[in-house]
């Protein structure tokens, strides 16, 4: 079976029975899927995009300019580096590693060429101009004069003013975002890169990125019979989730029930707490990515970070957790 992506840094083989993780100390580190153990921990790289043979190709951390993107060939023996790319972006393209207010970097791969050896890298820029809340109605209570509100102009001269207590929302021109695409291919074992396309030229985008776009629902024309819907694919396609709203818990309300996509046969089901996350499965159970959430615990309120759980679909036991760096810009918005 090929290796496929559960989400942005989180890259599964399945034949060697290993995932391969970006860390919250801003490294990777391979995983044994039944024990959850690390097989090897590495600094020199900081986000697994994909697997070329017995190479893990990641993205690192940017040493040089701020438009080059770094990419990093490790063993997936022992994590040792084997080779480095330096893929030169256009001037205004920033290739981070997490998001920000108003900008996100992602990339996506796969092998290609004569025997899949080389990687050909998917990448888009998105760059939103900053603004701040939009001028809306403003608030008149029952039997009160419109407000004047008035604030200095930028140049000096005389302050505008507003009376209208009803004035419309108006988009502010200029708010569009700016995407930028492009393609590029690498040999993960000497590093060499051979451009495919000029950067900047719109080629098909990497997909969709997070929690809410990696749920992958089934086709409507082949939805597994017989079974509740929503359902949701796993991110190896080989496996369907049926999730339903329970009662008898505060707080693990959604039963998820897993059936073999070939044949419709389940395999397991277990309470959680969100309707849907990203998830395969392996030998030993479940696999999947648990957001970031806080709850109440005998009065002591308990915050978890994002993370990979493993969890026996036979007894509902926990197996393994391993916490995940959050690229996600949470920060509350400017007013």
């Not at 300019?65 to 790319?85: C, I, T, Y």
């Not at 990448?123 to 008035?150: D, K, T, Y």
């Not at 074992?189 to 900047?200: E, Y």
């Not at 969890?311 to 926990?318: K, M, P, R």
């Amino acid at each position: 079976m090929s290796s496929f992506q559960l989400v942005p840094g989180v890259v599964v083989e399945p034949d060697r029975h290993q995932v391969f993780v970006m860390t919250p100390e801003g490294g990777v580190v391979g995983l044994d899927l039944a024990s959850g153990e690390a097989v090897w921990r590495s600094p020199e790289a900081a986000k697994p995009i994909t697997i070329v043979g017995d190479l893990l190709v990641a993205q690192a951390e940017q040493p040089g300019p701020a438009n080059s993107m770094r990419l990093v060939s490790l063993d997936l023996g022992q994590g040792a580096p084997v080779a480095e790319s330096l893929v030169e972006l256009p001037p205004n393209v920033r290739p981070m590693i997490g998001q920000s207010a108003n900008r996100a970097f992602t990339a996506q791969a796969a092998p290609v060429g004569p025997q899949a050896t080389r990687a050909n890298i998917a990448w888009e820029f998105v760059e939103r101009p900053l603004r701040g809340v939009a001028r809306g109605p403003i608030q008149q209570l029952p039997g009160e004069a419109p407000p004047v509100v008035s604030a200095g102009a930028p140049d000096g001269g005389p302050p505008p003013t507003f009376a209208a207590a009803s004035a419309p929302a108006v988009a502010e021109p200029g708010g569009e975002a700016t995407v930028l695409r492009g393609e590029v291919e690498i040999e993960p074992a000497s590093g060499a890169v051979v451009p495919t396309l000029a950067p900047g030229l719109a080629v098909a985008p990497p997909g969709p990125v997070g929690l809410d776009a990696a749920a992958a629902a089934v086709p409507a024309e082949a939805p597994l019979r017989g079974i509740p819907q929503p359902q949701f694919l796993s991110a190896d396609q080989r496996h369907v989730m049926s999730s339903l709203r329970v009662a008898g818990s505060d707080w693990d309300k959604y039963r998820w029930t897993i059936y073999r996509r070939e044949d419709g046969q389940e395999v397991g089901s277990l309470r959680t707490f969100v309707r849907y996350a990203p998830f395969f499965v392996t030998d030993t159970g479940i696999v999947f990515l648990a957001p970031p959430h806080a709850r109440r615990i005998g009065g002591e309120l308990v915050e978890e970070t994002l993370q990979l759980r493993a969890v026996d679909l036979g007894t509902g036991d926990s197996l393994w957790s391993q916490p995940v760096r959050d690229t996600t810009d949470r920060e509350p918005r400017p007013p």
